[in-house]
């Protein structure tokens, strides 16, 4: 993906490459009298200079404006923008897929190009003979340090690839949006990070190159200085902070977003929880629903584009997007024969709920627990579920009757483990 190279007929060969775009459009050398930006006025590029402000409430510096200061010398990109930017729309209409375009006329090539993609992902036969997934090399790309992120707004999704960690087979092609570390590779390449700054960044955030007085952070942190839990796009919030209290019995947290209206929206809804342990102690979650609502569709197999939940349980990696999952996914959704755990390595867990289309439903039990209550998983932590068809036909007479009804329909019957 990485490869930003400014001022060369190099970016504009690299992009032909990636775009299909006719090479003879694009190499005719760039020179300073090419009309500004600002000059340009067809509708699509419109559509591009809008974008281009979404991008920038969402995080890119305000050098940004410096790089349509450059464009303004570079209308070549601006072309390739455009191009990328009407394919996006024709296709989609998700903010995702045209930050996508939006990052290739930066010179950003796809993430599962980069020079280090083979630790992380398995290729189909048909992916090696294919364009869109030539491997990059150390020479001819820059990471910058960013860590392989599978949620990057540049990564595909399923086309035959497999993840080396199988739990993020659904966040590759996702398309959630630019990543914290997508912008911190745009802002290091175009050396827009502060020199100077007036504000200490908490837990992994940087200074705002809009300004240098707020931080951008990881995702799941917010606040001016990253120091709190991104209050999300609701409001009021959906999402909260939540303690884990207890270690012999689970706490359950249920939630919903999003509408059931089948619209796709142009941006996601999204709610972040944190769910803390005591010091010292780490959280433990097992999921009931992760989820549509009944007979309501979702995608999955691409990635979790339209709905779904991030878990972040990874201290040392809260600078890449977490594992996504949707549509009541059997590795992530614990069933009585089936319990699940997935356990953080910190004091915090991190759940992003997110929506596109369609609502999304959640239910998670919780508890802290350290390396001697870690795999002892107490009765109100097991799933408990209706295991009868016709359990809402039984009264809670019958319920308080007949003792196999009792056991058989517990959440009928309220008698799930408390
Ligand atoms: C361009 O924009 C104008 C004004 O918004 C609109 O009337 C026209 O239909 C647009 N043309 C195309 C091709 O989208
Ligand atoms: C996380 O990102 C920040 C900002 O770019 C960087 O300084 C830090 O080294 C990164 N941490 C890891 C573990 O990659």
Same mark, same amino acid.
């Given at each position: 993906?990485?490869?930003?190279?400014?001022? %060369?007929?190099? #970016?504009?060969? /690299?992009? +032909?490459?990636?775009?299909?775009?006719?090479?003879?459009?694009?190499?005719?050398?760039?020179?300073?009298?090419?009309?500004?930006?600002?000059?340009?006025?067809?509708?699509?590029?419109?559509?591009?200079?809008?974008?281009?402000?979404?991008?920038?409430?969402?995080?890119?510096?305000?050098?940004?404006?410096?790089?349509?200061?450059?464009?303004?010398?570079?209308?070549?990109?601006?072309?390739?923008?455009?191009?990328?930017? !009407?394919?996006?729309?024709?296709?989609?209409?998700?903010?995702?897929?045209?930050?996508?375009?939006?990052?290739?006329?930066? =010179?950003?090539?796809?993430?599962?190009?980069?020079?280090?993609?083979?630790?992380?992902?398995?290729?189909?036969?048909?992916?090696?003979?294919?364009?869109?997934?030539?491997?990059?090399?150390?020479?001819?790309?820059?990471?910058?340090?960013?860590?392989?992120?599978?949620? %990057?707004?540049?990564?595909?999704?399923?086309?035959?690839?497999?993840?080396?960690?199988?739990?993020?087979?659904?966040?590759?092609?996702?398309?959630?949006?630019?990543?914290?570390?997508?912008?911190?590779?745009?802002?290091?390449?175009?050396?827009?990070?502060? !020199?100077? +700054?007036?504000?200490?960044?908490?837990?992994?955030?940087?200074?705002?190159?809009?300004?240098? &007085?707020? *931080? @951008?952070?990881?995702? =799941?942190?917010?606040?001016?200085?990253?120091?709190?839990?991104?209050?999300?796009?609701?409001?009021?919030?959906?999402?909260?902070? #939540?303690?884990?209290?207890? /270690?012999? /019995?689970?706490?359950?947290?249920?939630?919903?977003?999003?509408?059931?209206?089948?619209?796709?929206? @142009?941006?996601?809804?999204?709610?972040?929880?944190?769910?803390?342990?005591?010091?010292?102690?780490?959280?433990?979650?097992?999921?009931?629903?992760?989820?549509?609502?009944?007979?309501?569709?979702?995608?999955?197999?691409?990635? *979790?584009?339209?709905?779904?939940?991030?878990?972040?349980?990874?201290?040392?990696?809260?600078?890449?997007?977490?594992? #996504?999952? *949707?549509?009541?996914?059997?590795?992530?959704?614990?069933?009585?024969?089936?319990?699940?755990?997935?356990? &953080?390595?910190?004091?915090?867990?991190?759940?992003?709920?997110?929506?596109?289309?369609? !609502?999304?439903?959640?239910?998670?039990?919780?508890?802290?627990?350290? &390396?001697?209550? @870690?795999?002892?998983?107490?009765? &109100?932590?097991?799933?408990? @579920?209706?295991?009868?068809?016709?359990?809402?036909?039984?009264?809670?007479?019958?319920?308080?009757?007949?003792?196999?009804?009792?056991?058989?329909?517990?959440?009928?019957?309220?008698?799930?483990?408390?």
């Amino acid at each position: 993906m990485f490869r930003l190279v400014l001022i %060369s007929s190099l #970016l504009a060969i /690299s992009l +032909a490459a990636t775009v299909n775009l006719r090479l003879p459009n694009l190499v005719p050398a760039v020179t300073n009298d090419l009309p500004d930006f600002s000059d340009i006025t067809d509708n699509i590029t419109d559509i591009v200079k809008a974008r281009f402000d979404d991008l920038v409430s969402k995080g890119l510096g305000r050098h940004v404006q410096e790089l349509i200061g450059i464009q303004k010398k570079l209308k070549i990109i601006n072309k390739i923008a455009a191009e990328q930017v !009407k394919k996006a729309n024709a296709n989609s209409g998700r903010f995702g897929a045209i930050a996508h375009e939006i990052f290739h006329a930066f =010179g950003v090539f796809h993430h599962h190009s980069r020079s280090d993609r083979d630790t992380y992902l398995t290729l189909s036969a048909a992916n090696q003979d294919d364009n869109q997934f030539t491997k990059l090399t150390t020479s001819d790309s820059y990471n910058y340090g960013t860590m392989y992120d599978y949620g %990057s707004v540049m990564h595909y999704g399923l086309d035959g690839m497999t993840a080396v960690e199988t739990l993020y087979q659904s966040t590759m092609g996702a398309g959630l949006g630019p990543q914290f570390g997508d912008i911190v590779l745009i802002n290091t390449q175009y050396q827009c990070m502060c !020199k100077s +700054a007036t504000v200490t960044c908490a837990n992994g955030g940087y200074p705002n190159p809009n300004g240098c &007085s707020t *931080c @951008l952070c990881r995702g =799941g942190f917010g606040g001016s200085d990253c120091s709190v839990r991104d209050p999300g796009t609701e409001n009021p919030d959906v999402g909260v902070t #939540l303690q884990a209290i207890a /270690s012999d /019995s689970c706490q359950t947290l249920v939630t919903s977003l999003g509408n059931d209206d089948g619209v796709i929206n @142009l941006y996601y809804q999204k709610s972040w929880f944190w769910i803390q342990a005591p010091a010292g102690k780490q959280v433990q979650l097992i999921f009931q629903k992760a989820g549509t609502s009944p007979g309501v569709s979702y995608s999955q197999g691409y990635g *979790c584009t339209d709905q779904g939940v991030e878990i972040k349980l990874k201290n040392g990696e809260f600078n890449r997007t977490g594992t #996504l999952f *949707c549509g009541d996914d059997p590795a992530l959704v614990s069933t009585p024969s089936n319990i699940i755990p997935f356990t &953080s390595d910190s004091e915090l867990a991190i759940l992003q709920v997110y929506s596109q289309t369609n !609502k999304f439903n959640l239910q998670v039990k919780y508890r802290y627990v350290d &390396s001697t209550t @870690l795999s002892t998983i107490p009765g &109100s932590c097991q799933p408990c @579920l209706d295991q009868y068809s016709n359990c809402n036909t039984f009264t809670s007479d019958v319920c308080a009757n007949n003792q196999n009804i009792a056991s058989g329909c517990p959440v009928t019957c309220g008698t799930c483990p408390k």
